[in-house]
């Protein structure tokens, strides 16, 4: 079924388990490529686009590719980490997005944390009374 450049698959229709491993590589490899050469491609969104336009895969059918069909590839599985990766670094890395954003990515994929300066010494002119069994103690404090 066929709409507007999109291929879907139909309901009850076993999709995931359709191609072979060397189909699933193919598919993997030309997104790869894909998301190589298109240098302003900055969310995952539209590398599950692209795989929904021009292979029939949604985000489903990968999903399943990964965790159920195919998790024992460890090649069909570190081409996807690529694709991931190299969308990654291009988020943190791009001077147009918000700081806010790449913090997010940062904080939530490798447990960055902002750098607090943070001291606990305090400056004192003056120092309240101190009296030990009613007798004031003289203590100079300060310059």
Known sequence: MAV???RFWKKNNKCAEKWTED???AI?????????????????????????????????TRSIWLNKIHNKS???????????????????????LRPNIQALVLQTKHKYAQKQEISDEREYNQMGRITIDGKKLEIKVGK
């Open 4 to 6: 507007q450049g999109f």
């Open 23 to 25: 189909e699933v590589i």
């Open 28 to 60: 993997f490899e030309d997104t790869l490529n894909h998301v190589i050469e298109n240098p302003t491609l900055l969310l995952i969104n539209e590398v599950n686009l692209y795989m929904l336009k021009e292979h029939g895969v949604s985000q489903q």
């Open 74 to 96: 460890k090649f069909i599985c570190d081409l996807y980490e690529a694709i991931s990766q190299v969308i990654e670094i291009r988020v943190v890395k791009d001077k147009t």
